[in-house]
């Protein structure tokens, strides 16, 4: 799978409404940056079929992937297999591989709450993995994961190797100007380099510096003729250390 961005859904009321704390896009944002895949949107909404079914639309066509969290599993506002299928106009459909698996797990304790855990869109994929009791579904290029962090991050690491793509190249150099100082020089340094992201990140808490400059790229020679240029243009006496 060829893969360079991405975007987090994040399904639930309990999110919005301050119930439960949001940690699922937190941990996938470190986890896509390791993997090389630049994250492009994260977007929350309530547990509706249509909200995710717009969602899911929209982001599907936008980026090459799409994880989604939350809304899946047995209780009335798990609406986010009905969402994918609204938004991809396909049917749910029970899977009969994951029904088959189902009953064979449960035996005489299976009910039909148990058997929703087989609706999918139709023409989803189960991904299997050597960890996973139960398949990651796949419907085109959404990968819908559970909301309970637990369950989310095992099941991501069991597939994160997929989706390994070329690394991104970060230098960082700190230093006590100003951005109100630096502004100008930086907007050259980014207007001459086009495809290194310049980043400036005032620091508050310490004495130690006051900005933080990086330059981000996935072409390391960019990276390395950004600094050059950077470097030249900064006050090499009020630069604290760079990495």
Known sequence: MTVSTAAILIVGNEILSGKTEESNARFLI??????????????????????VAAAVKELSSLFDIVFSSGGVGPTHDDVTIAGIALGFDEPVIRHPQLETRIRQYFGDRTNESRLRMADVPRGSEL????????????????FVLPGVPELFRMKFQAIRESFRANPFFVRAIYTTEDEFE???????????????????????SSTDYRVKLT??????????????????CLDDQRIVRSD
Not at 127 to 142: K, T
Not at 221 to 231: E, F, G
């Open 182 to 204: 630096l502004a100008e020089r930086l907007s050259e340094v980014a207007l001459a380099c086009p495809s290194v992201m310049v980043g400036s990140y005032p620091n508050f």
């Open 127 to 142: 991904i299997e993995a050597p960890d996973l009791r139960w398949p990651v579904i796949c419907c085109r290029n959404v």
């Open 215 to 232: 330059l981000e790229s996935k072409d390391e020679k960019a990276v390395q003729d950004a600094l050059s240029k950077l470097m030249a």
């Open 30 to 51: 470190g986890e896509l940056r390791e993997l090389g895949i630049e994250l492009r949107r994260i977007v929350v909404i309530t547990d509706s079929v249509d909200e």
